[in-house]
């Protein structure tokens, strides 16, 4: 396997928080990926595990770190005791911002790990729908199928 690409902003925390210039509550890290507990938590354990790449948003960042990224959170999940089979008792969110649209705030790809353990703590989520139709999501379907094929 060849070397993995490399990028860091020295202004950008998350970058700080991996050289370890800022302190944090390190949970694992591996050659790719750092992951720590948030400082500002949404739900009791509330982790953040992020790429050892500075890259804004998830289309900036190396296929490698991403395929890395996953693997750790299964990992995390298991450490705080979230990893209830079944669909009912407590659950998580995985969740990553990309753009202040979408509410991120710091700009170096991060994931959450959100622990949900009742109605009132954790993620709370506002899930809009759509009007639309079988012609409208063909039309769709045609665009990003042909959009594929370019990549
Ligand atoms: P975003 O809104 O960008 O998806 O989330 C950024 C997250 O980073 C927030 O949950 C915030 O609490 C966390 N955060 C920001 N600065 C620091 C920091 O210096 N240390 C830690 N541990 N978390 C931070
Ligand atoms: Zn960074």
Redesign the pocket.
């Known amino acids: 396997m060849s070397a993995p690409a490399v990028a860091h902003d020295a202004a950008c925390?998350?970058c700080?928080?991996i050289k370890g210039e800022?302190p944090?509550?390190k949970l694992i890290e591996t050659p790719l990926t750092f992951s720590?507990?948030?400082?500002?938590?949404?739900a009791e354990a509330?982790a953040?595990i992020i790429p050892k790449y500075h890259g804004a948003k998830l289309h900036n960042v190396p296929d490698e770190y991403l395929a890395d990224i996953l693997p750790v959170t299964k990992k995390l999940v298991k450490a705080i005791g979230f990893d209830v089979d079944g669909p009912e008792g407590e659950g998580y969110n995985i969740?990553?911002?990309n753009g202040r649209i979408a509410?991120?705030?710091?700009?170096h790809v991060?994931f959450?790990l959100i622990p949900k353990r009742d109605e009132k703590t954790g993620l709370i989520v506002g899930w809009p729908t759509e009007e639309t139709d079988f012609e409208k999501l063909g039309a769709l379907h045609k665009k990003i199928l042909a959009n594929l094929e370019k990549q």
Do not use: A, M, R
């Open positions: 925390i998350f700080k928080i800022i944090s509550f720590f507990l948030d400082i500002q938590p949404t509330h953040l969740l990553q911002n509410h991120q705030v710091v700009d991060h959450h």
